[in-house]
């Protein structure tokens, strides 16, 4: 057996170790489970997290914006992760971290950024200029062999491909083989699939808001739909969730069904055109506009979740309820890793966009 790229008696002698990514709320639903198992086999190690923001801009109006991160919400409810730096929204914030950084005087600094991850190569031995370093990096080939010296910075690094892919392996496989080689810590596939431990007050707040709707009182089963993703390519037609909601109550089982309709905040008047546009009763809006675990909390109160690929499908598996996922043929590794609570749709044809998935695809599904 190979021994862990970063030395056990290293491990063994630190306090604390940095780790470095840029998240989005898909990639920490996955990579959360990592950094548990992580904790659990080093609990005398001080966990820190570096979260990156890879829209860093000059531009003050983008601020207010990218500081609202709602990932930050769920980070600062992990009681395993001690410190995170989350203000890195502009250059100035960004060069301030780095300084508060470099006063911890980290002996292990990890990064698994996989975009431009010479960049993050970079960036922990600026934070570390003594620690140990490791970090991703891909074979450079001629295209890349001028970031050769930069790479040289790393005292271990990790090819995050997986060397087998005939099985087409899930994200979190490939995170728990990340954790694999570079600790030694073992993630058992049952210990994969996501979670979240919302608090009590969200919980309360979103049993209060269906009792508001008057749906806490209802004889059929309540639905979330969410057609919105971050890209065009992964989100589905407003006006096809209306047709969605129409086709299910056409069909055995669904005839007195309550639905939540999810919407961004930019989306939220489109969606409530629609709604009012086609007078559907028993029909509410949603956007949780206020705290990351508002999201979850509502999605736990529901029977079935509708969603494109994006973070709402990862949280349905997270609070165990029902998800039939719209996905791109390009992306499997991202697909719900609870099958048995999950069924994908994926478009037709691999070049196709999530609204290439017709409303007739999901009620047959459904059926």
Not at 37 to 64: C, G, I, N
Not at 254 to 281: H, T, Y
């Amino acid at each position: 057996m190979n021994l862990p790229l970063i030395p056990p008696d290293l491990l063994a002698r630190s306090d604390k170790i940095l780790f470095i990514a840029h998240l989005a709320l898909g990639d920490y639903t996955y990579l959360q489970n990592c950094f548990e198992a992580f904790a659990r086999a080093y609990p005398h190690l001080k966990l820190d997290l570096w979260v990156d923001e890879v829209r860093r801009t000059s531009d003050a109006s983008q601020w207010p914006h990218l500081k609202k991160n709602v990932l930050y919400d769920w980070l600062a409810a992990c009681d395993f992760i001690d410190k995170v730096y989350d203000q890195n929204y502009s250059p100035e914030l960004f060069q301030a971290s780095i300084k508060d950084a470099q006063q911890e005087h980290y002996p292990i600094v990890v990064s698994l950024g996989t975009l431009r991850p010479h960049f993050y190569a970079d960036l922990a031995r600026e934070i570390s200029p003594s620690g140990f370093i490791a970090g991703l990096k891909k074979p450079l080939g001629l295209l890349g062999m001028h970031h050769y010296f930069t790479f040289r910075k790393l005292d271990a690094s990790l090819n995050p491909d997986i060397a087998d892919r005939s099985s087409a392996p899930h994200i979190s496989d490939v995170h728990a083989e990340w954790f694999r080689r570079l600790f030694g810590v073992q993630i058992a596939p049952s210990e994969r699939i996501p979670f979240v431990h919302i608090p009590d007050r969200f919980v309360e707040a979103a049993r209060a808001r269906v009792a508001e709707w008057g749906f806490d009182e209802r004889q059929g089963k309540l639905v979330f739909i969410n057609p919105f993703a971050k890209t065009r390519k992964r989100c589905w037609p407003v006006e096809r969730v209306a047709r969605l909601i129409l086709e299910m109550r056409n069909q055995p089982g669904w005839s007195d069904a309550c639905f939540i309709v999810n919407a961004i905040p930019q989306e939220v008047g489109r969606v409530k055109a629609m709604l009012v546009e086609n007078k559907l009763d028993r029909t509410e809006l949603f956007s949780a506009n206020e705290n990351f675990f508002q999201l979850p909390a509502m999605l736990a109160q529901c029977d079935l979740i509708v969603s494109v690929e994006t973070a709402v499908m990862h949280l349905a598996n997270a609070v165990g309820v029902p998800v039939v996922a719209l996905m791109r043929q390009k992306t499997p590794e991202w697909a719900p890793v609870d099958k048995a609570n999950s069924t994908v749709i994926t478009a037709h044809q691999r070049r196709d966009w999530v609204k290439a998935i017709e409303v007739e695809d999901v009620v047959h599904a459904l059926a």
